[in-house]
């Protein structure tokens, strides 16, 4: 399995292809260890990586993951194929903005693009189960979030705004509160309020 991840790190920093920190990934693992989480809505596979590591945690863990990129999609495929938790991962190729998907789960978790936050957020809420976690990557966005003062170009200065609004939106959100953690790239973890 070791060799599995590595393989996949390899490809994709070679391949350009945004995958969790290993830093937040180990928070992550020690989340979903600590609150028994047992089903993961992912949005956003890339390559299976994260899904992968997780699945890994525990037999019992069921995940759902999207991915709109083919190319992609087909690769965390084989990856799945090639992991010991086939049976624990099911990949969907779609645009999780356009898709349907059946069923509550324990997390769902958000890593997909970042200028359509509030909108998977308020899509997919109704998945989670009531006690369930709402975790969204990259709050931090290699730190261009907290660092206005850094050199953009317009698209990237667009894509902080949005980020700064989904803040925004956690944080003064009515039904749910959020933590959140300046680990990997910076990840909210969002819980219903009671
Ligand atoms: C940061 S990567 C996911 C990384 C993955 N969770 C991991 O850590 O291994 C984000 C992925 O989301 C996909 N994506 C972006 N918007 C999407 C959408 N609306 N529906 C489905 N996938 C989307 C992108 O194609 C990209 O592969």
Redesign the pocket.
């Given at each position: 399995m070791n060799d599995l991840i590595q393989e996949?790190e390899i490809y994709?920093a070679e391949n350009d292809?945004?995958?969790?920190q290993k830093e937040g990934?180990e928070f992550f693992k020690q989340l979903i260890q600590k609150y028994k989480i047992k089903s993961i809505l992912?949005?956003?596979?890339?390559?299976?990586?994260?899904?992968i590591?997780l699945a890994s945690l525990d037999s019992e863990i069921q995940i759902v993951?999207?991915?709109?990129?083919e190319e992609?999609y087909q690769r965390a495929v084989e990856n799945v194929a090639k992991s010991q938790c086939g049976d624990q991962i099911k990949l969907v190729l779609?645009?999780?903005?356009?898709c349907e998907i059946e069923g509550q789960f324990d997390c769902i978790?958000i890593?997909?693009?970042k200028a359509?936050y509030i909108r998977?957020f308020e899509k997919y809420k109704k998945n989670l189960n009531n006690d369930g976690l709402i975790v969204s990557?990259?709050l931090s966005f290699h730190g261009y979030v907290e660092h206005p003062e850094l050199q953009m170009s317009r698209n990237l200065r667009q894509l902080v705004g949005k980020i700064k609004k989904y803040i925004d939106f956690l944080e003064n959100n009515d039904e749910f509160e959020t933590e959140f953690v300046k680990l990997g790239d910076g990840i909210a973890i969002s819980r219903k309020k009671h």
């Open positions: 996949m994709a292809i945004p995958i969790m990934i992912e949005i956003g596979t890339a390559i299976g990586y994260s899904a590591q993951s999207i991915e709109r990129d992609r779609a645009d999780a903005l356009e978790f890593d997909a693009a359509q998977f990557d990259n």
